[in-house]
């Protein structure tokens, strides 16, 4: 299976005081943590699991529609 690099955004959320990642490409795939740092972390570990249950399930893996980068949106 070809390992593919997805595209993903970190942003500081007021509401949840906290930063959000997720990753476009596959539906619903996201986590939180309370440093951009964290936030990537533990949206690593939700891509893995988002890809380990499409895989289960017989679902089709997409492939990657962005550019394969991290974006973090600078708080100001």
């Excluded at 959320?13 to 972390?41: H, M, Q, V």
Aim: hydrophobic share 40%.
């Amino acid at each position: 299976m070809k390992d593919y690099h997805y595209h993903i955004n970190i942003f500081y959320s007021k509401e949840d005081s906290g930063y959000i990642a997720d990753i476009p490409d596959l539906e619903a795939c996201s986590a939180f943590g309370n440093t951009p740092e964290e936030a990537l972390k533990e949206v690593e570990v939700a891509r893995e699991a988002w890809l380990a249950a499409a895989r289960k399930a017989g679902k089709a893996i997409p492939k990657p529609r962005y550019r394969p980068v991290i974006y973090q949106a600078a708080v100001v």
